[in-house]
């Protein structure tokens, strides 16, 4: 069982910065593929960014591509998303995901992190 925490969400201005982390419980943090996934109201989850057990790879949405940045910190049991130049459009609630290389079908969830980007 993994259980994810995020925070770092708030009230943020258009072209402003931010940095969200996700804290992750278990020792076996390493074997899982990181991602961050987001849901603004009205819309249904769509992905972010994702990172390899490693943090040897990376994938970007189209929208977020060249402006948010996806690490990990595997001593830490720590991924976090580095969001810069924010769009009123980055408004939603972002989750953190937790999928294993492991086990198929082995998928966690955080509770999410309210990210308000004002115009």
């Known amino acids: 069982q993994v259980q994810l925490v995020e925070s770092g969400g708030g009230l943020f201005q258009s072209w402003g910065s931010l940095r969200l982390s996700c804290a992750a419980s278990g020792r076996t943090f390493s074997s899982y593929v990181m991602g961050w996934f987001r849901q603004a109201p009205g819309k249904e989850r769509e992905f972010v960014a994702s990172i390899s057990w490693s943090g040897g790879n990376t994938y970007y949405a189209d929208s977020v591509k060249g402006r948010f940045t996806i690490s990990r910190d595997n001593a830490k049991n720590t991924v976090y998303l580095q969001m810069n130049s924010l769009k009123p459009e980055d408004t939603a609630v972002y989750y953190c995901?937790?999928?294993?290389?492991?086990?198929?079908?082995?998928?966690?969830w955080g509770q999410g992190t309210q990210v308000t980007v004002s115009s």
């Open positions: 995901n937790a999928d294993s290389i492991l086990v198929a079908g082995q998928n966690y």
